[in-house]
């Protein structure tokens, strides 16, 4: 047993010391109170937000989200986007990229260290709105078009700067969330996709890139845009599910038409054999398979997994060529059996995703 003095010393240093005057400066819930964060309401009653609109001059936006990064969202947008362009309808396409601290539409799209975009003039609508820099006859918008490139590191000269100078790709956005909020405004709604060279009376589809996550860009664009498809990127693995579940639930809440899930990665078929080899967490059609118990619970199984697509090698390298593989590996001959499936099943998701923008029964 300690003497008196010192056991006051330990309590005191092991007691938590929450004083009732915290001036709790971040707006953070207190007392165990646990209230959710309200999602801003809409409409002119409430004094809230404006309502939903359409972007200029798109008649469709689809949303590609992905609540975790890197499960290949940006990889899907682009080929989707092509998918899209070349489907009978010969739709007009392009892609907005959303993702304003990690732009990588510019090198998926063969589109990196391109001039600065032009500004629109005179009576077009919106006036002095960027306008699109196009390749592979999809025009596209991003955030890494308005950077300028980032400056060569004197002690990085043995590193990239050496073979491949820095773009404006890898120029730091450090932004709060108001100059954010503002920039991703302006691509939405200043952009002139008339103007792009490919689509003078503007686009059937706008394909739009987010960023990972549930956070202000996303929840901005559900609260401003009419959005008519969205598709949430993942892997089928069990860490996957509480984002898919965050993400699913936000998307429900702002009311957004929710097309479904993209499995993406989900096998690897090696050149020698035909067998699948499951890369995360099994095989995702097994009624027993946790990923897929889990997205049936939340209600984004069955149909609602709008594609399943296999690890494929060169889809990885048509994006760093700036080749979409959808166009680059059209009709090749000597696809091997992944390939074809992923070719197969990225139109798969580009006719699903036009066939329910025109029924317009996904609403949630
Ligand atoms: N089906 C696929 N087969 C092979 N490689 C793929 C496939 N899908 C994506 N990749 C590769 O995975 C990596 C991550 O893809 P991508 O950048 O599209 O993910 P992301 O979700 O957009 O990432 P971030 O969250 O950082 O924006 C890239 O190297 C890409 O080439
Ligand atoms: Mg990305």
């Given at each position: 047993m300690l003497p008196r003095p010192w056991s006051n010393i330990t309590r005191n240093l092991f007691t938590p010391s929450l004083s009732r005057n915290h001036e709790n400066p971040l707006g953070l819930p207190l007392n165990n109170a646990r209230v959710p964060p309200q999602i801003p309401r809409r409409g002119p009653i409430s004094g809230g937000l404006p309502p939903k609109r359409k972007i200029p001059n798109v008649k469709h936006t689809v949303l590609v989200s992905s609540c975790k990064g890197g499960v290949g969202k940006s990889t899907i947008a682009t080929n989707l986007a092509v998918s899209l362009s070349l489907l009978p309808q010969r739709l007009r396409v392009g892609i907005l990229d959303l993702d304003v601290f990690g732009p990588s539409i510019p090198t998926l799209m063969g589109l990196k260290n391109v001039e600065e975009p032009g500004l629109t003039q005179g009576q077009s609508s919106p006036s002095g709105a960027l306008i699109p820099i196009t390749n592979h006859g999809i025009p596209t918008m991003s955030m890494a078009y308005l950077l300028p490139p980032a400056p060569q590191s004197s002690s990085s000269s043995s590193s990239k700067s050496d073979s491949e100078p820095p773009t404006n790709e890898d120029t730091p956005v450090v932004w709060r969330g108001l100059m954010v909020q503002k920039a991703v405004q302006q691509l939405l709604f200043q952009t002139d996709w008339s103007a792009a060279q490919t689509a003078s009376s503007g686009l059937d589809v706008?394909?739009?890139?987010?960023?990972?996550?549930?956070?202000?860009?996303?929840?901005?664009?559900?609260?401003?845009?009419?959005?008519?498809?969205?598709?949430?990127?993942t892997t089928s693995d069990i860490l996957s599910l509480s984002d898919v579940r965050r993400g699913v639930a936000m998307f429900r809440k702002l009311e957004m038409p929710l097309t479904g899930l993209v499995i993406n990665n989900s096998y690897f078929i090696c050149p020698n054999c035909t067998e699948r080899h499951y890369l995360f967490g099994g095989n995702p059609n097994d009624e027993q398979n946790m990923f897929a118990k889990g997205v049936q619970a939340m209600g984004m199984g069955g149909d609602k997994i709008v594609g399943e697509l296999p690890l494929v090698v060169d889809v990885g390298r048509g994006g760093e060529k700036g080749i979409p593989?959808?166009?680059?590996?059209?009709?090749?001959?000597?696809?091997?059996?992944?390939?074809?499936?992923?070719?197969?099943?990225?139109?798969?998701?580009?006719?699903?995703?036009?066939?329910?923008?025109?029924?317009?029964?996904?609403?949630?």
């Open positions: 706008l394909v739009v890139d987010l960023p990972p996550g549930t956070g202000d860009i996303p929840l901005s664009v559900g609260q401003l845009v009419d959005v008519d498809s969205t598709i949430i990127i593989y959808a166009l680059s590996g059209r009709g090749d001959a000597r696809h091997d059996a992944a390939s074809k499936i992923w070719q197969e099943g990225m139109k798969t998701i580009a006719e699903r995703i036009w066939g329910d923008i025109q029924t317009k029964t996904t609403k949630v």
